[in-house]
């Protein structure tokens, strides 16, 4: 009996050794289990980083990527001996490629890459052997010891531009392709590999503002620019609704009757705490939030609406010109806004002038073209503004409704003393002369360049010489004193004779 009972204790004292052993086996698979996905996370870890490691190559055109381009050019600035050789990053990218890839396929892109890839490899291995895909249709070559001037850096991007451009057959389809080009070096414009990288994708953007197949190299203008850029971004959006912007008008005045025939109108804007912001500088940052069209819409009716005041005085000749972005021909509404501001303002059309780039020219959508045509035959004139600098075609240029052209102020400039410019002026007022066109000379500032464009019949003078841009009031002033006294003159000399 006792022999039973102890047996039954041995039998429970088993079953709780084998629990407590069974337990702790559980508990060391546990332990290792967590200890090998640890193991297993750490391996992910360094292999998703190894897919970053400079090693690592674009599956297309097997070159090494961004990261293996900063963490080079790292190396290079680090153990070059005073770590100020110059070395140059420059910034290919294919222009217009999504819409390329779209409208060929994702095969032929590829194949396309890939061609373009060898172009560039082709052209800058003369040059380095440093050439990287930093992004799906972008390109960084790197010169180290690229010297103190830019030649050679002009030269190579010229180059490839040049070779990206030649025309491309792929799989039956004749294909022509650009690219533009940005340029920064180290250490004069940038002082480190990123800055390096970010200031070539900014010399890119200022390149393909350009136009397509341009180079453009980094300056210190456009990182101030950009710092400006990114600290009025903010404040411009609310500028309209507190009443910070308000217009110039600078006169143009009729070179036959030395009256002022009208103005155009500049937009300003006095920003609370850095004071006037010139347009150069705020024009492109509201065309990039779209803010451009809103405070379009606000100018041109501001404007008109002053004019008015000065035709209700009796002075119902003068016209008034606005300055257009192509932004605002991209929406497709300018043509009913324009429509809208004479209906409520009660303007002729024909005292309206619209002034658009040459972009708006060249690029010559249906849109655009359609819109100018909707805005002439409601009367409205229509001006090519910075004539000259653009390269629009005078077959382009006949092909649109266009009343005026304004000739680019770099012409005018010391035309007198460069003989290039008063070519270039005397051909352009010809050419417009024959085309039916009315010529505005702007920018003029000096007396001789004056005594030129006379000589040359242009019709409309407009700069410094006579006027700067003027607040309303002055300008209304200047109105009052310019054409009632040359009108007077005018009349007593009808008198006389
Ligand atoms: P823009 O249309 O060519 O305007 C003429 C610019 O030349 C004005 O500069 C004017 O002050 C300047 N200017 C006039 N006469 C002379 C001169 O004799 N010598 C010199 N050196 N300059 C002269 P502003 O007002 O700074 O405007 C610069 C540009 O900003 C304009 O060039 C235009 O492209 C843009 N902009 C100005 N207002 C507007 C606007 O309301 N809408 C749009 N889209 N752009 C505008
Ligand atoms: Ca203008
Ligand atoms: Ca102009």
Known sequence: MESGLLNVQMVRLSILILSIICLFLIGLVFVLANALWNLRNKFAELAHKNIEHPSSKHYLTSLENRTSLINRVENLIANSKDGDIRTALLFIDIDDFNSINGSLGVRLGDLLLQSIASRIVAEASGYTKLIYQVGSDEFGVVVYDCGQDSVMLNEL??????????????????LQISCCVGVCTYPDCAADAETLLKNSGSARDNA????????SFYTQEMSRRSVIRTLISADLRHALERNEFY??????VNLQTEMVQGAEALLRWRHPSLG???????????EDLGLIHPVGK????????????????????LHIAINLSPHQFDKGDIASIIAEVIWDTGIAPHKVEIELTEAVVMNDTEKSSLMLRVLQSMGVKIAVDDFGTGYSSMNQLTRFPINILKVDRSFIHDMHLIPANRTIVSTIIRMAKQLGYE????GV???????????EGC?????FYYSKPLEFSRFAQYVREKNSVNGTRKQDEENLA
């Not at 006037?276 to 509201?286: G, K, Q, R």
């Open 157 to 174: 991007a010229s180059n490839i531009i040049a070779a990206v451009g030649q025309p491309i057959s792929l799989q039956g389809y004749d």
């Open 208 to 215: 393909k503002k350009i136009g397509y197949g341009t180079c």
């Open 247 to 252: 217009l110039h008008y600078q006169p143009k």
């Open 276 to 286: 006037n912001i010139t347009p150069d500088i705020f024009v492109p940052v509201m």
């Open 298 to 317: 606000w100018l041109i009716h501001a404007a008109c609406k002053d004019i008015v005041k000065l035709h209700s005085e009796g002075y119902t000749d």
């Open 439 to 442: 010529v505005v000379a702007e």
């Open 445 to 455: 500032e000096k007396e001789e360049e004056l005594d030129l464009l006379r000589l």
């Open 459 to 463: 019709d409309i003078i407009q700069g």
